[in-house]
């Protein structure tokens, strides 16, 4: 009996240990002519004479209510305001977590540790914030999206001069451009998995060209034709990820137009340090390194993309 006993106080101070772990919840939604709902859910610690209250600038004018939401009426909107918890007794130690809904459809979620008591009001995403984050989303993209990396590679490998590489790698430009908008926008819609399986599959091409040497090959006598063809399918594929991480609510357009624009500027930047490395290996060891080193590099391009292709359909499969 007394193990028993001491069993059930030791599940007991459990339960109870984990009630405190409970955050306080308060949710803030903006409605028309800067009017907000505040909804507040407490822990079973918070007694109803402790509920606490979220602070807001001098120009809100705060409703009374018993029960239910409160109504938050502000003469300008609190956009940027630092807003803070608190509680009329006394403090209770337990973590907050903050969610806001904006009228434009925007929420945004803050989790705040045990003991902080304050937070700052989001507002509605501007052109500029907006444009400087998909910007950075698009370049980070295509820096660790190497199927798209290597078929630079490959590219620029066979168009071998300054204006066959630029002519070439417009061509792909301009088609994934394309594809990105309309997917992106819902325009057309296909499945990843066959996308992505296809995409390794056009690395593979490449690198089959690669093999042939300089100027035996489809993609030197037709470049903007072969770029452009698979510019589309890696179109796709940028979208794929776009659409996972999300268009703004608000400004869809431009999210979507910086998004292109930063994987464009990755695009060149690392196109640029792939011409920069070959230049710098012919002027070390000659015109060798293109004539004998295709096959090698033609070989080890086509591994990787096999491999990828066999990955992606066992994947899909």
Same mark, same amino acid.
């Given at each position: 009996? $007394?193990?028993?006993?001491? %069993?059930?106080?030791?599940?007991?101070?459990?339960?109870?240990?984990?009630?405190?772990?409970?955050? %306080?919840?308060?949710?803030?939604?903006?409605?028309?002519?800067?009017?907000?709902?505040?909804?507040? $859910?407490?822990?079973?610690?918070?007694?109803?004479?402790?509920?606490?209250?979220?602070?807001?600038?001098?120009?809100?004018?705060?409703?009374? +209510?018993?029960?239910?939401?409160?109504?938050?009426?502000?003469?300008?909107? /609190?956009? !940027?305001? #630092?807003?803070?918890?608190?509680?009329?007794?006394?403090?209770?130690?337990?973590?907050?977590?903050?969610?806001?809904?904006?009228?434009?459809?925007? +929420?945004?979620?803050?989790?705040? +540790?045990?003991?902080?008591?304050?937070? $700052?009001?989001?507002?509605?995403?501007?052109?500029?914030?907006?444009?400087?984050?998909?910007?950075?989303?698009?370049?980070?993209?295509?820096?660790?999206?190497?199927?798209?990396?290597?078929?630079?590679?490959?590219?620029?490998?066979?168009?071998?001069?300054?204006?066959?590489?630029?002519?070439?790698?417009?061509?792909?430009?301009?088609?994934?451009?394309?594809?990105?908008?309309?997917?992106?926008?819902? &325009?057309?819609?296909?499945?990843? /998995?066959?996308? #992505?399986?296809?995409?390794?599959?056009?690395?593979?091409?490449?690198?089959?060209?690669?093999?042939?040497? /300089?100027?035996?090959?489809?993609?030197?006598?037709?470049?903007?034709?072969?770029?452009?063809?698979?510019?589309?399918?890696?179109?796709?594929?940028?979208?794929?990820?776009?659409?996972?991480?999300?268009?703004?609510? &608000?400004?869809?357009?431009? !999210?979507?137009?910086?998004?292109?624009?930063?994987?464009?500027?990755?695009?060149?930047?690392?196109?640029?340090?792939?011409?920069?490395?070959?230049?710098?290996?012919?002027?070390?060891?000659?015109?060798?390194?293109?004539? $004998? !080193?295709?096959?090698?590099?033609?070989?080890?391009?086509?591994?990787?993309?096999?491999?990828? %292709?066999?990955?992606?359909?066992? !994947?899909?499969?």
């Amino acid at each position: 009996m $007394r193990f028993l006993a001491s %069993l059930l106080c030791v599940l007991a101070a459990s339960l109870a240990a984990a009630d405190d772990l409970r955050p %306080l919840v308060v949710e803030i939604n903006e409605h028309t002519d800067h009017r907000y709902l505040l909804r507040i $859910r407490t822990p079973p610690q918070v007694l109803p004479n402790n509920v606490p209250q979220v602070v807001f600038p001098q120009t809100c004018s705060i409703g009374e +209510s018993t029960r239910g939401p409160t109504l938050i009426a502000c003469v300008d909107p /609190p956009h !940027g305001a #630092e807003l803070s918890i608190r509680y009329p007794r006394h403090e209770v130690a337990n973590p907050t977590v903050v969610r806001v809904n904006l009228e434009t459809g925007e +929420s945004h979620t803050m989790a705040l +540790s045990s003991g902080v008591r304050s937070f $700052r009001m989001p507002g509605p995403e501007d052109v500029v914030s907006v444009a400087r984050q998909y910007l950075w989303l698009g370049a980070e993209h295509i820096w660790i999206g190497f199927d798209h990396l290597l078929f630079l590679v490959c590219l620029i490998w066979i168009a071998r001069t300054w204006k066959r590489i630029v002519i070439t790698i417009t061509g792909f430009t301009l088609a994934h451009s394309v594809t990105l908008a309309l997917s992106a926008l819902e &325009v057309v819609r296909l499945p990843v /998995p066959p996308i #992505e399986a296809v995409i390794a599959l056009s690395v593979l091409f490449l690198a089959s060209e690669v093999t042939r040497g /300089p100027r035996q090959n489809l993609t030197w006598r037709y470049p903007i034709a072969v770029s452009s063809a698979f510019g589309l399918l890696h179109g796709l594929g940028f979208a794929a990820v776009l659409n996972e991480i999300g268009l703004p609510p &608000v400004e869809v357009v431009t !999210g979507l137009v910086f998004f292109n624009v930063g994987v464009e500027i990755g695009q060149v930047i690392f196109a640029l340090g792939v011409v920069l490395l070959i230049r710098a290996s012919i002027w070390i060891a000659g015109e060798t390194v293109l004539q $004998r !080193g295709h096959v090698v590099a033609g070989y080890a391009v086509g591994c990787i993309a096999a491999y990828w %292709l066999i990955e992606r359909l066992a !994947g899909y499969a």
